[in-house]
């Protein structure tokens, strides 16, 4: 997760705010859905007893590229330049995982949505 955009008040140094606007994104891998993120970020406003709204934008779900040419020669160049050697029997595969990620992010997924609460 990471924070876009976070504000709150109006910027006098002697107002308690109000409401706070949080426009956060999500990187996830094929391991989770967007459903499970959504149900996990709404579980944690209930715990705490929040007044919200949630507005969620999905840009794509995330997707495991092919193994082929392109990703045995990421994976060569990555142990070539950075003398990495995953110790997995089928490196290629674990480290196909961490090679897509379409806005250009580490962890190979996108975003599961943006959402602002007040």
Not at 17 to 39: H, Y
Not at 50 to 77: C, E, I, M
Not at 79 to 95: G, L, S
Not at 98 to 103: F, K, Q, R, V
Request: include cysteine.
């Amino acid at each position: 997760m990471q924070i876009a955009n976070i504000q709150a008040g109006t910027g006098s140094n002697n107002v308690i705010p109000g409401e706070l606007f949080v426009q956060f994104n999500f990187r996830f891998s094929t391991e989770l859905t967007d459903e499970m993120i959504k149900a996990q970020v709404l579980a944690l406003l209930e715990k705490h007893q929040l007044r919200y709204t949630v507005d969620w934008w999905l840009s794509g779900q995330p997707f495991l590229t092919a193994r082929g040419k392109l990703v045995d020669a990421v994976v060569n160049a990555v142990e070539h330049y950075n003398e990495i050697k995953p110790a997995a029997t089928d490196h290629r595969r674990n480290v196909r995982r961490a090679l897509y990620c379409p806005h250009g992010g580490a962890g190979g997924g996108t975003r599961a949505g943006q959402c602002h609460y007040s």
